[in-house]
């Protein structure tokens, strides 16, 4: 009988699957709405590949004769050569337009008309909350800009990708305002990571902007922008090649979420397989917001690559962590998947890190440092290839390319040509 990690393991691994079966994006400027229709016969010959490669790794079967631990070491390696497979299957070489995630984002709008289920009254009904509007190398915004993060995300993306064409479109601030404005009328909303709700996602501003986090302390604007850490991070990740690396998994952040709770038991029950410590935040009151120890220094995002294995929990909403952690080429452990970014539908589990569930508890945590910590040449490659994807797909040059694309795919269907209206603010460019 399959346990919980097994189901688990089971779900993750179809969905991995079936993400790469869909027709290649298309090439920079295409307009045709024909893109977003399914390719059926793709899907077909995209099953009955898959179909030979569960039969050839006989993944299910574990034998009646070996223990517990083999068990689970075999289920472990079994999952790295399935998807491996799979991997290299759906997945060539040459990968000339990664973030296809967005050809699912704009779809789940669109109408029988085959335009998106947007038109000017439900634009005017949200003028004064989180609306922005593009004409030209123009932006403008809906009175007063309520959260000025949003301006500057929109704003530094929006310039840099120099885009001409007329759009207007509606931002959330969180997710609470999806919840609680959008539950009669399926209409597009952009908003930087998404759980549940049908969002379109876009570019978070920790990719380049002032960057402030509970476990690597803050940073100048500009600092964090991912094509100067990335010539940085690796570097300090070499360094530290010969003593490194530090042979347990480390986690510092604030409790935002109990889901880290299980690690942190984790660490202070077994030092030798976590360093797992919480830190303060704005909300922090007592020890009894950090597990009734003393809240933890934080610790650089340099002093992180030490460690062989770190861990990714998500936060309020996404982990905007998590692509600085796989710059330092430790192993990745990825917790959960409610909540996503825009490119990671295009990290695989057991290809670019090891997966858990975020209900994951004490004695699973063990058993896959375990497994890391006995296998290291094996998940080496894993964390080898992590580094690669976040070096070579999410430059700053990938991440203007896929905001381009979007605004192009989301304009074509628009059914409604915007009209300038002179009482919009106008957002000017910083020099």
Known sequence: ?????????????????????????????????????????????????????????????????????DRDTFRYQNSMNLLMTIYKTFNSNEIHCVYTKLSKDLPTFINREGGLNLHINIINSFIDRFQFSL?????????????????????????????????????????????????????????ISKTRYSVVKYPAKSLWHELILPSFGSFPEGAMLLDNISSRIPISATSFLHNKIIENANLRGSRTSSERDPLVYLSRNNPHLADAQYT???????????????????????????????????????????????????????????????????????????????????????????FAQENSATVEKIASRGQEFILKHLRMKDVLCYWKKLLNSYATLLNYKPQLDHSLIHIKKKD
Request: net charge neutral; with cysteine; glycine share 4%.
């Open 280 to 370: 303060k935040n704005q909300a922090w009151k007592s020890d009894a917001d950090t597990l009734y120890t003393p809240p933890a220094e934080e610790v650089s995002l340099s002093e992180h690559c030490r460690y062989k294995y770190l861990f990714n929990y998500r936060g309020v909403a996404a982990s905007f962590r998590l692509k600085h952690l796989f710059l330092c080429g430790s192993l990745v452990f990825h917790v959960g998947d409610e909540w996503i970014e825009f490119f990671y539908p295009k990290l695989k589990p057991w290809v670019h890190y090891i997966p858990l569930p975020s209900n994951a508890n004490e004695q699973h945590l063990a058993k896959l440092i375990q």
């Open 135 to 191: 004409f030209g190398d123009q932006i403008y915004n809906y009175g007063e800009v309520l959260y000025y993060s949003s301006y500057i995300k929109i704003s530094h993306w929006y310039f840099d990708i120099n885009y001409m064409t007329c759009v207007k479109f509606i931002i959330a601030r969180n997710y609470k305002d999806i919840n609680e404005n959008f539950v009669t009328d399926l209409v597009p909303v952009y908003c």
């Open 1 to 69: 009988m399959m346990g919980f990690s097994d189901v688990f393991l089971m779900h993750m691994i179809f969905i991995a699957s079936v993400s790469d079966c869909r027709p290649p994006c298309p090439e920079p400027g295409c307009q045709s709405r024909h893109f977003y229709q399914e390719n059926i016969k793709e899907k077909e010959n995209c099953a009955f590949e898959l179909k030979k490669i569960y039969k050839k790794n006989n993944f299910w079967h574990y034998g009646q004769k070996y223990t517990q631990a």
